[in-house]
């Protein structure tokens, strides 16, 4: 049994299908990129998994268990961290532990335990306009990662990012994963960053997933400027290139 | 030749840039000082000329500030109207803010309930006080009804529209943490709000020196209202003119009061926009 199932999900907002039947499994552990154009409905996708917004038809399971509305077993990253400005960076990350009912002095102590994860002890005590776009970011996945979820899900979290910022994360990300081997689920439009970062991408367009692409790169994938340079990672790159164009060809005409 | 003018044109872009450092370096209350002190200079240069039932100037209003203090009849009449004022006032914050957070939250409320505090924000309050003294007598109930009623309307408003304006993502924050509706309510909603609330809570001010003043007229003539029009009535002007800037100088300062607890309460608002409210 697979750890997190999506079985044929489907949203329709009136007479527009957003999603029109939307499966697949994911193993535990595993990271799944969900690419594809602006309107494929791949956040819509991720959105209905952590339970923000409901199917109209179908259901998601993980860990076996069918899910309706939010829970703690997955942890959402928003695509602009989405902090909140009067908490420090301490206190944001504590904030799923909180509504999770944790108390002190666990709270800070398993806060603190993610902070340094993320590596943004000096900035402990910073309001989150202290921060710059990256560390919000950190401070982002720390607060998921904290209340300890099953699946991790990622709605473009890096989109808002500069490039040089962005690599960065992606080094922090696949070095996190490596740690704690979390199951991930992430939205994003970025070839790069699916070949880098996942290990299955399913391509998406009209609301359908069009083709899944095994990435056979191996794990830990510490050192990137090999995997930038590795035969793997331009065939894959090329190969999901070509299925975002096939698609939108084929929807062009 | 050429390092002359070289020269030259280093001096004119220091002198430049002397400048806007003149215009920049000045601390604001200087030049508030000096304005008010300009402006109250001229008042007494211009105001002596004026016929003494017409107009008056600062000096006679001094004067008679300290005619007014000696005789008691000040202070008396300013514990008369900050009473009704603050009860008034006070409780229009603790229902107001309250009612506007559970009318932007909630659909239903807000469907059922938000056109009568439109209604009640846009109504003319002051045209009711006469029937408001049939219900509330002449005393100190219906002046704290009369500022009630003028400020709570303008504290629900803003701390209602407040909520709307919380952005949708913050919220879904605490839908994906599992909030509860109560721990969405105090911890986002309520702290993402708050610059509403203080302005709703300034705005509230203005509005109750105003219900306070016009009830103080209307009813039982007495406070700083009853002096207003006593003086008036007697073409006393200086000693109209005392109530009237003092209640002037009281709206300001609680106003300032306002903005000070709003860095008290959410110090993370003026680090944000970089500048202190006024």
Partial sequence: MAHLEVQNITKSFGTHHALAGVSFNVEKGDVVALIGPSGCGKTTALRIIMGLETATSGQVKVAGRPVSGCGHDRGMVFQHAELLPWRNTLSNIGYGLEMKGMKEPELSRTAMHYLELVGLTLAKDRRPHQLSGGMKQRVGIARALAIDPEVLLMDEP?????S??????????????????????????????????????????????????????????????????????SKKRTLIWEALHDAGVSAAA | MTTDTEIQASARVERRAGQASWTTTVPAWVITTLSVAVATGLWEFFGRDVNPLLGTYPSAIIKAFFSMLQTGRLQDALIQSSQPFIVGY???????????????????????????????????????????ILWFGLGFMVKAVVVFL?????????????????????????????????AIMRGII??????????????????????IVIAEFLTAISGLGGIIITSANSFRTAEMFVPVILIMV?????????????????????????????
């Fill in chain 1, 158 to 162: 890096f989109g808002a990012l500069d």
């Fill in chain 2, 150 to 182: 003028l400020s709570f309307f303008p504290i629900c408003i803003n701390t209602w529209f407040g909520v709307k304006a919380v952005p949708k993502t913050m919220i879904e924050v605490g839908t994906a943490f599992c909030a509860s509706q109560t």
């Fill in chain 2, 250 to 278: 009281l709206a300001v300062a609680l106003t300032a009061l306002v903005g000070w607890l709003e860095k008290y309460v959410a110090p993370w608002q003026s680090e944000i926009t970089g500048h202190d409210s006024v």
């Fill in chain 2, 90 to 132: 006070i409780v229009a914050a603790i229902v107001g803010i309250p009612v506007g957070l559970l009318l932007g939250r909630y659909r239903i409320l807000e469907s059922a309930l938000g056109i009568y505090v439109t209604a009640g924000y846009a109504t003319p309050l002051i045209a009711l006080v006469p029937l408001l």
């Fill in chain 1, 164 to 233: 040089q910022t962005r690599e960065g994360l992606h080094g922090e990300l696949l070095s996190i994963h490596a740690k704690t081997q979390k199951t991930i689920i992430f939205v994003t439009h970025d070839l790069d960053e699916a070949v880098m970062l996942a290990d299955r991408v399913a391509v998406m367009h009209a609301g359908k997933i069009s083709q899944i692409i095994p990435i056979e790169l191996e794990r830990p994938r510490l050192d990137m400027r090999a995997i930038r340079t590795s035969a793997e990672y």
């Fill in chain 2, 190 to 211: 309520l702290p993402a709000t708050i610059p509403y609330i203080m302005a709703g809570l300034r705005l509230g001010i203005g509005k109750a020196v105003i219900g």
